[in-house]
């Protein structure tokens, strides 16, 4: 069964840093990524990575968030620095076998399998 479990959420004030892990259940996953749904909003593509490590972010955390990969410990992070309250948000951890494109992902966000999510909460 596939299990997509995140952790490292939580609060920070602005200007503060967080890193998020999602440990994947063995599998290959040529696509994974990182969205967010804040309250009231539809949720969003955050940032995406294949698995020959091309990365694509949104526009609003681009120079800020970066997304990597352990492909030893199937383990998907999204360091998170220069947090912003309007970056507050669930953010959940999803991947997908195919090979997608990372811009198309970030607007549909049409991966198979997806995380819980954690809270991610920053104030000012």
């Known amino acids: 069964q596939v299990q997509l479990v995140e952790s490292g959420g939580g609060s920070v004030q602005a200007g503060g840093s967080l890193r998020l892990s999602c440990a994947a259940s063995?599998?290959?996953?040529?696509?994974m990524g990182w969205f967010r749904q804040a309250p009231g909003k539809e949720r969003e593509g955050v940032a995406v990575?294949?698995?020959?490590?091309?990365?694509t972010y949104a526009d609003s955390v681009k120079g800020r968030f970066t997304i990597s990969q352990d492909d030893a410990k199937n383990t998907l992070y999204l360091q998170m620095n220069s947090l912003k309250p309007e970056d507050t948000a669930v953010y959940y951890c999803?991947?997908?076998?195919?090979?997608?494109?990372?811009?198309?992902?970030?607007?549909?966000?049409?991966?198979?399998?997806w995380g819980q999510g954690p809270q991610v909460t920053v104030s000012s």
């Open positions: 063995r599998y290959t996953y040529n696509t």
């Open positions: 990575i294949d698995q020959s490590g091309r990365t």
């Open positions: 999803a991947a997908d076998p195919r090979r997608l494109s990372g811009d198309f992902i970030l607007r549909f966000p049409l991966l198979r399998y």
